[in-house]
Nanobody
Framework: QVQLVESGGGLVQAGGSLRLSCATS????????IDWYRQVPGKQRELVATITSGGGTDYADSVKGRFTISRDDAKNTAYLQMNSLKPEDTGVYYCKARIRSMGPLWREDDYWGQGTQVTVSS
């Protein structure tokens, strides 16, 4: 079974930086698009950044210029570098990946990690 595990969250002061990682495991044939989302209790989940298999990226306006999404295909791992953090960046960050995996037949599905907490203090 394919699994995603986020790590790297924590408590940081405004203006600081964090790097989140999303490690994947399982019978993975290839990883297509990878997204980072964040969610605050009582607020709708927000798409933060996207990277395609070809390396194209897109960002939410609120993080553009401060966050960078990247991927290391040799390690089947994605990253989110977060700089100049603001209190409004606080939330649980999730990675989602569209993954082609091997089973009796190959299949392609979206998978979610368990999330990692990011807290930015003022």
């Amino acid at each position: 079974q394919v699994q995603l595990v986020e790590s790297g969250g924590g408590l940081v002061q405004a203006g600081g930086s964090l790097r989140l990682s999303c490690a994947t495991s399982g019978r993975i044939l290839m990883i297509k698009d990878i997204d980072w989302y964040r969610q605050v209790p009582g607020k709708q989940r927000e798409l933060v950044a996207t990277i395609t298999s070809g390396g194209g990226t897109d960002y939410a306006d609120s993080v553009k210029g401060r966050f960078t999404i990247s991927r290391d295909d040799a390690k089947n791992t994605a990253y989110l570098q977060m700089n100049s953090l603001k209190p409004e960046d606080t939330g649980v960050y999730y990675c989602k990946a569209r993954i082609r995996s091997m089973g009796p037949l190959w299949r392609e599905d979206d998978y979610w990690g368990q999330g990692t907490q990011v807290t930015v203090s003022s």
